[in-house]
């Protein structure tokens, strides 16, 4: 399971069919795969060291649904909620959720 993979900055959790961790390195990726995930909904915000290069194509080379849908944790309303709960449970599972304990946190609470 992902779970056993450590994350830099970030707490991992999984359970049968969601993971969060924060941003994953290609190994990670790879791991992902090799372990059955389905999807990475990516919830990083876009800057130059949040996205691995190239990484939509990478993880659809994987044979993984990829999502991205980048938001600050300060950004986070009923909407953006919504949006990432729907996605989720659409997404196929296991699905992996990307992104920062602060952003995690806030969607949680």
Do not use: C
Request: proline share 2%; glycine share 2%.
């Amino acid at each position: 399971m992902f779970s056993q993979i450590e994350t830099v900055g970030a707490q991992s959790f999984s359970d049968d069919d969601l993971a969060i961790a924060g941003q994953i390195t290609l190994d990670q990726l790879q791991q992902i795969a090799d372990d059955d995930y389905k999807s990475v909904l990516n919830l990083h915000w876009q800057h130059k060291k949040s996205l691995l290069v190239n990484e939509k194509e990478k993880t659809e080379f994987l044979g993984l649904r990829y999502v991205n849908f980048p938001i600050k944790a300060k950004h986070i309303n009923h909407q953006a909620m919504l949006w990432i709960l729907k996605t989720i449970t659409e997404l196929p599972k296991q699905t992996l959720i990307s992104s920062k304990t602060k952003l995690i946190t806030q969607i949680s609470t």
